[in-house]
């Protein structure tokens, strides 16, 4: 009789051991499925929406979340679809993305970069998410960008206009659709050249952060180009309230145009400071004062009031547009919540679409596939017109609008008119221009 | 000599709000030794009646006008202030575009009441509890009412404009013989500051000229002994957190015109007007309200181009660089008392 040393147990670990070993040279090579962080093996994949939802910047990020939720239900098949009718992919068919359901979480990020990684971080590690989209300050999208590359997901900026958001700080898993300051001063100078002639004296008060510093660094350059001279650029800090000291000093300092580079609630204060102090009724130089706010967003006119009539600026996009794209936008995020969506909705709303465009296309959650479907991908019925996200820099290349306050507003939304749709040939440039010098794009990184 | 008279106007304007903040908080701490973190709250809160009055008389009844449409489309419905349907167009636009100076009507009784059941039903309970405990509940209170403030309003700021009368600038240059249009102040700032200036005046004269005011100071020196003649000293305390409360609140609702409120803008003074009472002297009015302006001075001052040039930051540090040296070498502060916080 011979005494087997075969059991029941260890035929079951020999066997699942024997099983693993032979499938693990499949798991490693199925890009599509593992190898990656956050791979989603359930029936839904999660992203997360890391906004400001308190701080200088949370009127704009609140308005984020509403669209990055109406873009959520337009894949999950609920509402009418909005853009995914006029977008020039038909990839999606409102049934999730590869056939699983899209959740979210959310995050505040406070408009402070610290807590936006903090944020981030968890999104990633505790919820599973595979991709972020947010932002509404570009301190804050730079350090969470950085956060996505080194953490293996995908990070597509919201609303971030600094240069060095697609410029030194670019990273290989950071996607950016919004423009950037240096479009805003090529679409702005012409503009203003036609309006305020070539001898200006401009005097620049600029929040003090990265995106304050590319933004005047871009729009210096485009009116001295015109022939205009920086009288001085004084730095103020972020949610500094009562800007009065520092507007004081510009009425005796021979400047006839005041630039704000301000955002968000440190625009409405500064631009109403600088009206009470009679800047806007001042002559100097022979000539009107001129206040000029080179980033403009629909909050923000409607936080300014009267006080914004007849002022330039420019924007990513604006619900007054009449192409498709924006009609169906407008009417999907108006039929939901009353009234027309921001500029910073709408670049949250498209990427988040973007995204699971790009995903559908690579076949898989993988960042690196996505970054590979998303680089020199070409698309329309966005809003923006035919747009390319350029692959060396992960920059949306697209039309831009000159906007001026509403002399004569007719109702509560009618804060501001389009002036002139800068055709995207003006505001191109080279990937490596003097204002986007420095850093590498990198590898992309996929993670676990 | 603009730019300096320019910078001691913005000075004086800053130095208001912050005296009118840290005489509240002063008083408070004076009369009832409760160190009051919610007193920005209060502030915020006034500042908050601007524009709910704002709003209250903007509410509007709508009538369709088919012959426009609005962003979806739809026929436009068109909004008409009850005030303006009740007292014709002209005169209601008038009532409205005096509302933050009408608000100080409602704030004083709403503020006053606020502040009264604020201290019978909260701080009461926290008198013999060491600072720390009350600074918590406080600072906790502040940061509910503000989130309660951004459920209601939002986070956005709010525009709460001053009458049009008080729009533009007044050329200051000319009062001081100077040439015309070299220092044009906007006439706002001129109002608010005349306004601190007279309710801190008020305060000062209540406390000194009358028999209330008298019994309270006396109250503050040596509340046991106030007690013991029979005085039910607690009832006035009450009432001082209520007139405490009643004056955040008004420099809240004047405030509002020059920067528009938003649910932090109570965090935003609080921490500076905790300074200035302790630059003035723990307990000391006066020394609050001396520190108040010239911490407002300094603070514009050091806001400079030329003075930024040397110093880079330093009008980010001012306020607290003045707090170190005064403290260093004045501990008490510049007008503080003896005893107080030293036991």
Known sequence: ?448 | MDAFILQVLNGLDKGSAYALIALGLTLIFGTLGVVNFAHGALFMIGAFCAVTLQKILGISFQTIDDTQTDFLGNPLKVDTPYVEAWFGPEMGMAIQDWSVPLAILLVIPVMFFLGWVMERGLIKHFYTRPHADQILVTFGLAIVVGELIKAFYGANPIQTPAPDMFIGTLDVGVWLGMDAGSVAYPKWRLVYFAFSAVTIGAVFAFLQFTTFGMVVRAGMADRETVGLLGIDIDKRFTFMFGLAAAVAGMAGVMYTPILSPHYNIGMDFLVLSFVVVVVGGMGSLPGAVLAGFMLGILQSFASMNEVKAVIPGIDQIIIYLVAIIILLTRPRGLMGRKGVMEE
Request: glycine share 12%.
């Open chain 1, 1 to 448: 009789m011979s005494k087997s040393n075969f059991s029941r147990r260890g035929v079951l670990k020999t066997g699942a051991i024997a099983g693993a070993g032979l499938a693990l040279p499949t798991y490693l090579s199925a890009a599509s499925h593992a190898g990656y962080t956050n791979a989603p093996t359930g029936s839904s994949v999660k992203f997360g929406f890391n906004v400001p939802q308190t701080g200088p910047y949370a009127e704009e990020g609140l308005d984020e979340l509403r669209a990055q939720e109406l873009a959520v239900e337009h894949l999950n098949g609920i509402g009418d679809g909005g853009m995914l009718n006029t977008f020039s992919e038909k990839n999606l068919q409102g049934d999730g993305i590869l056939g699983k359901k899209v959740e979210f979480v959310t995050g505040d990020t406070q408009t402070k970069s610290d807590v936006a990684r903090a944020s981030a971080q968890s999104m990633i590690q505790k919820d599973g998410c595979v991709m972020i989209n947010g932002g509404s300050s570009s301190g804050v999208a730079i350090a969470v960008q950085g956060l996505c590359q080194d953490a293996g997901v995908i990070f597509m900026a919201g609303l971030t206009h600094s240069n060095d958001t697609t410029g030194k700080d670019k990273k290989a898993n950071g996607f950016r659709h919004f423009f950037n300051g240096y479009m805003s001063g090529a679409a702005l100078g012409p503009v203003l050249e036609k309006e305020y002639g070539n001898e200006r004296q401009a005097y620049h008060l600029t929040a003090d952060y990265t995106w304050g510093w590319t933004q005047q660094e871009s729009i210096a350059a485009s009116t001295e180009a015109l022939g205009w001279t920086t009288v001085q650029n004084v730095l103020t800090p972020v949610g500094a309230g009562d800007f009065s000291s520092y507007i004081a000093p510009i009425l005796n300092s021979g400047a006839d145009t005041l630039i704000l580079n301000h955002y968000g609630g440190d625009m409405v204060n500064s631009l109403t400071q600088a009206i009470q102090f009679g800047l806007k009724d001042k002559q100097v130089n022979g000539k009107d004062f001129t206040i000029i706010v080179p980033l403009y967003s629909e909050l923000m006119a409607a936080g300014a009031g009267s006080n914004i009539q007849g002022v330039f600026g420019s924007m990513n996009w604006n619900w007054q547009l009449q192409d498709a794209g924006t009609k169906a936008f407008v009417k999907s995020f108006g039929e939901k919540y009353g009234f027309p969506p921001s500029n910073a909705a709408h670049t949250c709303y498209v990427q988040t679409l973007l995204y699971a465009d790009a995903v559908t296309r690579a076949g898989t959650f993988n960042p690196c596939g996505v970054a590979e479907a998303l680089e020199d991908f070409d698309f329309d019925g966005m809003g923006n017109g035919p747009t390319t996200y350029r692959g060396s820099d992960h920059q949306c290349f697209k039309d831009v609008l000159v906007m001026k306050g509403s002399e004569n507003p007719t109702n509560a939304y009618d804060t501001l008119e389009i002036v002139e749709v800068t055709p995207r040939a003006q505001v191109e440039y080279p990937v490596d221009h003097p204002m986007f010098a420095g850093g590498d794009l990198g590898e992309c990184n996929p993670g676990a």
